[in-house]
Nanobody, 127 residues
Framework: QVQLVESERGVVQAGGSLRLACASS????????MGWFRQAPGKERETVAV????????YYTDSVKGRFTISRDSAKNTVYLQMNSLKPEDTAVYYC????????????????????WGQGTQVTVSS
């Protein structure tokens, strides 16, 4: 069983920045693909950004391209989501997730394929 613990909730003004962190208990962290997902009020959860087990390949949903950066630190068993130029529409509960049994260099965008999920953290962007 893999536990994922996300950083505390954040409140920021539009145009500001915030970095989310997700620490994994997985001993073989490097063998997991990781992702960040979000769910805004009244909307379905969506894929925000994912990173391959290798760390070298990433995917971003169109609405965050150029503003968000996903990265991973295998020494700390942690995946990050750096969010810049935040907009009110980025307000949501953000979840990190881990997917095992992956190809090392592939990215996985389907939420359903992820095996383990964090508890979620609220991000609020005020206008």
């Amino acid at each position: 069983q893999v536990q994922l613990v996300e950083s505390e909730r954040g409140v920021v003004q539009a145009g500001g920045s915030l970095r989310l962190a997700c620490a994994s208990s997985a001993l073989a962290f490097r063998s997991y693909a990781m992702g960040w997902f979000r769910q805004a009020p009244g909307k379905e959860r969506e894929t925000v950004a994912v990173v391959s087990a290798s760390g070298g390949n990433t995917y971003y949903t169109d609405s965050v391209k150029g503003r968000f950066t996903i990265s991973r630190d295998s020494a700390k068993n942690t995946v990050y989501l750096q969010m810049n130029s935040l907009k009110p529409e980025d307000t949501a509960v953000y979840y990190c997730a881990a997917k095992g049994s992956v190809s090392y260099y592939n990215v996985y965008t389907s939420q359903r394929s992820y095996d383990y999920w964090g508890q979620g953290t609220q991000v609020t962007v005020s206008s």
